[in-house]
């Protein structure tokens, strides 16, 4: 809790480079932070390789690591799936109508692919990769860009080393010199221009999402429908009698909850496979069973041992995923409340064939 | 025009029976034919009971609004999880938007962080690395500001033409809330900014981190460490309980959840500054650190989720315009795409940074209109064109867009997305 002078110093001179805001005097709140915290959250890694941990990975087993934890969404070869992010390939596209930008042709420093990886992938399942699995993946996106050998070991002693090829293709931001002046004169008032026509039309195009009535979702309700829907009487009141099968709220719930699978998984009419397999009539299934999906081998031999995907093996499944089943390509991390898990098996059993 | 009598609900009701919804020739003033059972007769809740106190004990909107809701738009993104919806601008008024519709943006889902659970750590090139609790955060001098938040791809979908149909889904990508919360330059204080320290890395709890790099100097000047919003405790979507406000700055450097700010002497580089919130220009190279959100306007109604359904006459054109760079302090509307002006009036306030509303009152004969605003700040900069932007940029620049719009009135009162040349 002690003020040095050096520190107030230190303070004013950060202040006078920054030319901001004065810095007030500290109140003596919060505490120490402890180097042990301090190791697992600042995990950052910057363009000159601060933060970088000690270790090494190659491209091998960078590849097998990769079909594993992140071919699903980024494809074997990095090239990625549907809109997933390519995460290779692109060189030379930056100009073209569809530039691709990967990090062989638009990212700048490398750092930024271990940072990321590290940090935040795979995808539902962020921190669960080592330092040196970090390395051996970062090792085979180079490996995927043309970028190193496949016999390539990366680790913190050569990572700054490598440069990427797009290193130089950024600017700071110039609008100040090359935008403002032009946008800053005094506008027209009149006359500004002739006769203007319509070249595009959005409703062209016809992807805007629509009301029933297919107007754009969202229009304003007409206020004489309005009035008139006063005096509509609830018909809800005449359902009929609930059939057998899992509670609508349940189920409900279950859809809303359904919408951290759905990147991955598609349900309802002409679903297709996608990053995992489509999950229409999936409850009381036998587990590795839908058509054209390639399964990952644990799940294989455990439908071959006779797995079914009922209620309880699939609320273990959803709870630990890779508990469950190690192995599984499954990268989610699971749905830990015993609710969600509930809500989203009703859900699932409410989806026919 | 506007001492003309106001057409009356009743006029409305009898005009579309009779016009089924087009209805120009109803304009003006209405007279009724038969007395109006709604003032004749005694409805029902004129004479029983309404809802008893605590029947919502935290209240939603009325069912008759349940149109104004954020939407999205599924084609843009593969997950839901990593996924962005937009602000039913179309259907609200004023400036502050109300958290429950305000836009959200997540790069791996709204988590559920507890205030119990919260920890913010400051470390890096500082004196004193600190962790503050949720309690210690509301220990420093507390601050109100009000600021918009707009994602800096917010009409990126329109950069190769006219895409969507409406303003929600053109220019939704923003809110704009009145937030409590402290200064960060508050909380660098304690820890004390050595002067090596040029940057600060921002990063969230959540599974993306979102981290980004902010220059030291916009961190001490108006960066606000905020835990409330439009008056009660953040939305969990808007990062319960502790978001980063950067007045004027591009959205994705709000982070949310906000869980580590540390101290660095230069940009981390991070993804969301490097492979994403880069704008690539035509000739293949990429500006970075475009943070500042430039000049813009949209109108609100009519647009294309507002169709005009009262036909010709007085007609109130409302529009939203914000800068980055401060105050609005003028809006133009052109009524034929562009050719000749007229000036809004400004209603209420308007406050640096923020959501600035606009009113323009027509006598609209009922004529083809292409509408267009246009903001002008208090720098001088005027809301450029979309082809103006163009020329510099390129149509591969996904972000900042913030080009003039067009909406196509026609004489039925329907209204397009549209691009004119």
């Known amino acids: 809790m002690s003020r040095s002078p050096e520190r107030i110093l230190a303070g004013a001179l950060a202040l006078a480079l920054s ?154 931001d110039d609008r100040e010199t090359t935008e403002y002046p032009l946008f800053r004169a005094e506008p027209c008032m009149s006359d500004c221009r002739g006769p203007a026509t319509v070249t595009r039309r959005a409703v062209d195009l016809s992807v805007t999402p629509e009301d029933p009535d297919g107007r754009p979702a969202g229009t304003i309700p007409a206020l004489t429908l309005a009035a008139a829907g006063d005096a509509a009487p609830a018909e809800a009141a005449a359902a009929p009698a609930a059939p057998a099968g899992p509670d609508p ?24 496979n996608g990053t995992g397999p489509a999950l229409n009539a999936m409850v009381g299934a036998p587990a590795g069973a839908v058509e054209g999906f390639r399964y990952s081998k644990p799940l294989l031999e455990a439908a071959g041992a006779g797995l079914v995907w009922d209620e309880a093996s699939l609320d273990a499944f959803l709870e630990n995923p890779k508990g469950f089943m190690k192995g599984t390509k499954m990268a989610f991390a699971g749905l830990k409340k015993p609710e969600d898990r509930a809500a989203v098996i009703a859900y699932l059993q409410s989806l026919g064939p | 025009m506007t001492d003309t009598p106001t057409t009356t609900r009743r006029g409305f009701i009898r005009a579309g029976i009779a016009a089924g919804g087009a209805l120009a020739a109803a304009a003006g003033a209405a007279r009724a034919g038969t007395p109006d059972p709604l003032i004749t007769e005694v409805q029902d809740w004129a004479s029983g009971f309404g809802d008893p106190v605590d029947a919502t004990p935290y209240g939603m909107p009325i069912e008759f609004e349940s149109h104004v809701v954020r939407r999205n738009v599924e084609w843009l993104t593969e997950s839901p999880v990593s996924s962005i919806n937009f602000t039913p601008i179309h259907a609200l008024e004023g400036t502050i938007t109300p958290q429950g519709c305000a836009f959200e943006r997540h790069h791996s889902g709204a988590i559920e962080l507890a205030k119990s659970d919260y920890r913010l750590m400051v470390n890096g090139l500082v004196d004193r690395p600190l962790v503050f609790t949720f309690e210690d955060l509301l220990r420093f001098p507390r601050h109100i500001t009000t600021a918009f938040c707009e994602c800096a791809a917010n009409g990126g979908m329109e950069w190769g033409g006219a895409q969507l149909e409406g303003c929600q889904f053109t220019q939704g990508m923003i809110h704009n809330m009145e937030y409590t919360g402290v200064w960060l330059r508050d909380i660098l204080a304690e820890a004390g900014v050595q002067t090596a320290g040029k940057w600060v890395y921002a990063e969230g709890a959540d599974a993306s981190s979102n981290g980004r790099s902010i220059p030291l100097e916009k961190a001490l000047d108006d960066v606000m460490v905020a835990f409330f919003a439009n008056g009660e405790a953040l939305r969990k979507e808007h990062g319960y309980p502790v978001r980063l406000v950067v007045p004027g700055w591009e959205g994705n450097m709000w982070v949310k959840w906000l869980r580590r700010v540390a101290i660095y002497d230069q940009a981390v580089e991070s993804r969301e500054e490097t492979s994403k919130y880069t704008d690539l220009m035509a000739d293949g190279t990429a500006r970075k650190w475009t943070w500042v959100m430039d000049a813009k306007s949209v109108i609100t109604s009519p647009s294309p989720q507002v169709p005009i359904r009262h036909g010709k006459g007085p007609l109130v054109i409302s529009g939203l315009a914000w800068s980055g760079l401060g105050r609005i302090v003028r809006v133009d509307v052109s009524r034929d795409g562009g050719a000749s002006w007229e ?70 009162g329907e209204v397009e997305n549209v691009e004119i040349a």
Request: negative net charge.
């Open chain 2, 343 to 412: 000036s809004a009036r400004i209603s209420g306030d308007a406050k640096p940074k923020a959501l600035t509303r606009f009113h323009l009152d027509i006598d609209w004969d009922g004529s083809e209109m292409l509408l267009q605003s246009r903001a002008i700040d208090e720098t001088g900069y005027v809301q450029p064109t979309k082809d103006a932007l163009r020329a510099i940029r390129g149509v591969n620049n996904v972000y900042h867009n913030n080009a003039i719009q067009t909406w196509w009135v026609k004489p039925d």
């Open chain 1, 19 to 172: 030319g901001g805001a004065a810095l007030a005097e500290p109140l003596g709140l919060g505490r120490a932070a402890l180097p042990e915290e301090i190791a697992a959250w600042d995990v950052a890694v910057l363009p000159d390789g601060t933060g970088l941990r000690p270790g090494s990975g190659d491209v091998a087993t960078g590849e097998e690591v990769f079909a594993e934890q992140c071919a699903a969404c980024h494809g074997e070869f990095a090239e990625g799936i549907d809109s997933w992010p390519a995460l290779a390939g692109g060189i030379d596209s930056l100009t073209d109508p569809r530039p691709v930008k990967t990090v062989g042709s638009y990212w700048p420093h490398l750092s930024t692919v271990w940072d990321y990886v590290h940090r935040s992938m795979p995808f539902g399942g962020a921190q669960t990769l080592s330092v040196d699995i970090t390395y051996a993946i970062t090792a085979y996106i180079l490996y995927s860009n043309g970028l190193v050998e496949d016999d390539f070991v990366l680790s913190h002693e050569n990572f700054t080393e490598i440069v990427l090829p797009n290193h130089a293709g950024f600017i700071v």
């Open chain 1, 249 to 272: 709220a349940l189920v409900a719930a279950g859809e809303t909850v359904f919408r951290k699978c759905a990147a991955c998984h598609k349900v309802g009419e002409g679903a297709k």
